[in-house]
């Protein structure tokens, strides 16, 4: 069975500068997931979709960051204007959905802001 | 609120026990353990639910103490393989979860 995919693997921009991420949950999954981890941290939540719906974007910093989740499937992560402080990875991950299942991360996104 | 993990780090000679303690101020629902390798995604380990149960598969097991909200990662007999960094994701019912800073695992031969 597939994995979650995220593209691209890796990503240098100018700051100001927009990028966005793609994500492809593992198939079935309802559940998904963007979370930031910073060096030496552990990851932390953007934004939780269930199916279509966002159910927990409290900290999406709403100002530059924006998702979507079209059709119930595929994800995307989009930063415009992107700042130095944004650079991280980002990763996404996908689960079945319902409070305490297992969730499989994709390989992440490393993003690299200048 | 984020957990706390002990110890930050640890270094283990290949054959050796490990144990790692995750802790929670607030009443928690699940546990969840994920080992993350350098450079790669994090792997789910295992999960323990409300209910004091211990879980394990091959050398690595873990319980929960839901009265302490504290739940510990036990590592035996530790292999060159177990090298990385281990998380504690900790869920309230309804919530997302909070992961902690991480444990950084080193086994030498």
């Known amino acids: 069975e597939a994995g979650v995919v995220q593209s691209p693997r890796y990503k240098i921009i100018e700051k100001k500068q927009p990028v966005a991420f793609w994500c492809n949950p593992i198939?079935?999954?309802?559940?998904l997931y963007w979370y930031l981890q910073n060096l030496g941290q552990g990851p932390e939540l953007l934004i939780r979709?269930?199916?279509?719906?966002?159910?927990?974007d409290s900290q999406l910093p709403k100002d530059r960051f924006s998702a979507e989740r079209l059709k119930g499937v595929d994800s995307t992560l989009k930063i415009q204007p992107a700042e130095l402080g944004d650079s991280a990875v980002y990763l996404c991950?996908?689960?079945?959905?319902?409070?305490?299942?297992?969730?499989?991360f994709g390989p992440g996104t490393r993003l690299t802001v200048t | 609120q984020q957990p706390v993990q002990s110890p930050q780090a640890v270094i283990l000679r290949e054959g050796e026990d490990a144990v790692i303690n995750c802790s929670s101020s607030?009443?928690?629902?699940?546990v969840h353990w994920y080992r993350q390798k350098h450079g790669e995604a994090p792997v789910f380990l295992m999960i323990?639910?409300?209910?004091?149960e211990q879980k394990g598969h091959d050398k690595i097991s873990a319980s929960f103490n839901e009265k302490k909200q504290q739940s510990s990662l036990y590592l035996t007999a530790s292999q060159l393989s177990y090298s990385g960094t281990y998380f504690c994701?900790?869920?309230?019912?309804?919530?997302?979860?909070?992961f902690g800073k991480g444990t950084s695992l080193l086994v030498t031969p």
């Open positions: 991950a996908s689960s079945l959905g319902g409070t305490g299942g297992e969730q499989y």
């Open positions: 198939s079935g999954h309802n559940t």
């Open positions: 979709y269930e199916n279509e719906e966002a159910v927990d």
């Open positions: 607030k009443a928690l629902y699940s």
């Open positions: 323990l639910l409300k209910g004091g």
């Open positions: 994701g900790t869920e309230m019912l309804g919530y997302a979860l909070n």
